[in-house]
């Protein structure tokens, strides 16, 4: 018995090649600032460990389920936009996109209590802590315009495309997987 695959299933990667480039780009910058927070946490392990106790665990989990939650809705819309099912993943966008904003306010809530103690950019953990997740809060912000991007495109009958929903989600993913590696080595590496 011979198995064979319909040639009517067609494999591609989705979204578009532009957004991936994007990402793959913004993944590199990411990275970069990674490499660089670790030669100077290996050179300065004891105050990068004892700033790190400061850190709230709980605010760090906290942050990384409503983004994981959120990255899982906008990837159920996207789903749901395969399946033609519009009003459903406008939904699921909202939904996505109401975890991205409360991430943004847990975070500035996080900022204000580590300020208010005295925590300052003068620490050099605090310095790199701040640039860190205040970048990754601009890409959360632009992922926020790129969901609404995703919900008017899903409102209009005529510009419904699939393709620009999956391009939308590649990018909300990204923004996930970076707050991941950014919750590792801040909160995780003590």
Same mark, same amino acid.
Request: hydrophobic share 55%; net charge positive; proline share 2%.
């Given at each position: +018995?011979?198995?064979?695959?319909? @040639?009517?299933?067609?494999?591609?990667?989705?979204?578009?090649?532009?957004?991936?480039?994007? #990402?793959?780009?913004?993944? #590199?910058?990411? =990275?970069?600032?990674?490499?660089? %927070?670790?030669?100077?946490? *290996?050179?300065?392990?004891? &105050? %990068?460990?004892?700033?790190?106790?400061?850190?709230? !665990? *709980?605010?760090?989990?906290?942050? *990384?389920?409503?983004?994981? *939650?959120? @990255?899982?809705? #906008?990837?159920?819309?996207?789903? &749901?936009?395969?399946?033609? $099912?519009?009003?459903?993943?406008?939904?699921?966008?909202?939904?996505?996109?109401?975890?991205?904003?409360? %991430?943004?306010?847990?975070?500035?809530?996080?900022? %204000?209590?580590?300020?208010? =103690?005295?925590?300052?950019?003068?620490?050099?953990?605090?310095?790199?802590?701040?640039?860190?997740?205040?970048?990754?809060?601009?890409?959360?912000?632009?992922?926020?315009?790129?969901?609404?991007?995703?919900?008017?495109?899903?409102?209009?009958?005529?510009?419904?495309?699939? @393709? +620009?929903?999956?391009?939308?989600?590649?990018?909300?993913?990204?923004?996930?997987?970076?707050?991941? !590696?950014?919750?590792?080595?801040?909160?995780? +590496? $003590?």
């Amino acid at each position: +018995m011979t198995r064979t695959e319909p @040639s009517a299933v067609q494999r591609r990667l989705p979204g578009d090649g532009d957004m991936w480039v994007m #990402v793959l780009g913004d993944m #590199v910058i990411f =990275a970069g600032y990674f490499v660089v %927070f670790l030669i100077y946490r *290996t050179l300065n392990q004891g &105050e %990068f460990l004892s700033a790190a106790q400061h850190l709230d !665990i *709980t605010l760090g989990v906290a942050n *990384t389920v409503i983004l994981l *939650t959120s @990255s899982w809705l #906008v990837a159920r819309a996207v789903l &749901e936009t395969r399946a033609g $099912r519009h009003d459903h993943a406008i939904r699921l966008i909202y939904a996505g996109g109401a975890g991205g904003v409360l %991430f943004m306010a847990l975070k500035g809530y996080e900022w %204000f209590l580590k300020l208010s =103690a005295g925590h300052t950019n003068s620490e050099m953990f605090y310095s790199f802590y701040y640039v860190i997740t205040g970048v990754h809060l601009v890409h959360v912000l632009i992922g926020l315009i790129v969901l609404g991007v995703l919900v008017r495109e899903l409102r209009n009958p005529g510009r419904r495309r699939a @393709s +620009m929903v999956e391009a939308g989600a590649i990018y909300w993913h990204m923004v996930d997987l970076l707050w991941v !590696i950014i919750f590792a080595l801040f909160y995780v +590496m $003590r």
